[in-house]
């Protein structure tokens, strides 16, 4: 077996022992109203500023509507309306997080994004019962400790139910066939 590397001065490079020093999680955090949100970067394809909407009738009321992205028709959620948060004005700082959720692309508008952090696997803590009782628990991953704040980790794959990524998978097949036809 190869003994770990070692530092110029004689301790273990922290790069080759992550059981020693913790594993870290990669987040893309951003700010909804006063609360900081994030995905692991595993799961954001994208981020945009925001693009013009196509409005679709008839469909949920946190889906925006769709935007054209590079030629792929995108589902755009306010991510704002999800949560059941009060509106907020849109500015230069908001932004669509692009998320691969299963096999569809999914935009979610935020009112920033702030960073990509790396944060201690240890400085996560699993949400608050009483928090599981209040929310929907498929999409909150966990707490985040860093510094002097919170962080809400959201899990992408669970953020919209299996209906609801039905309507979006619908939504965007019908303006994809309605824009070929044009």
């Given amino acids: 077996m190869t003994p770990p590397a070692r530092h110029p001065h004689g301790r273990k490079d922290p790069r080759s022992a992550p059981e020693e020093f913790g594993r870290e999680v990669q987040l893309v955090v951003f700010q909804l109203g006063e609360e900081q949100f ?3 970067v595993s799961s954001v394809k994208e981020i ?8 679709i009738p008839r ?4 889906l925006e509507g769709v935007i054209n992205l590079r030629g792929q028709i995108t589902a755009v959620v306010d991510l704002r309306k ?4 009060p509106d907020w004005p849109r500015d ?8 691969k959720v299963d096999e569809l692309l999914v935009g979610l508008i935020v009112d920033k994004v702030h960073e990509v952090r790396r944060i201690p696997e240890a400085a996560i803590a699993p949400p608050p019962p009483v928090i599981l009782a209040e929310m ?15 962080i809400i980790i959201l899990n992408a794959h669970g953020l919209l139910s299996k209906r609801e990524v039905e309507v979006v998978d619908q939504l965007e097949h ?3 066939a309605s824009s070929a036809s044009h």
């Fill in 92 to 99: 230069d700082d908001t932004r669509i997080i692009v998320l």
């Fill in 48 to 55: 945009n500023r925001l693009l013009p909407i196509t409005r």
């Fill in 136 to 150: 929907d628990r498929h999409y909150l991953t966990g707490v985040g400790k860093v510094e002097d704040r919170l």
């Fill in 174 to 176: 019908q303006e994809a």
């Fill in 59 to 62: 469909s949920p009321h946190f």
């Fill in 82 to 85: 999800k949560f059941h948060m």
């Fill in 38 to 40: 994030a995905f692991p």
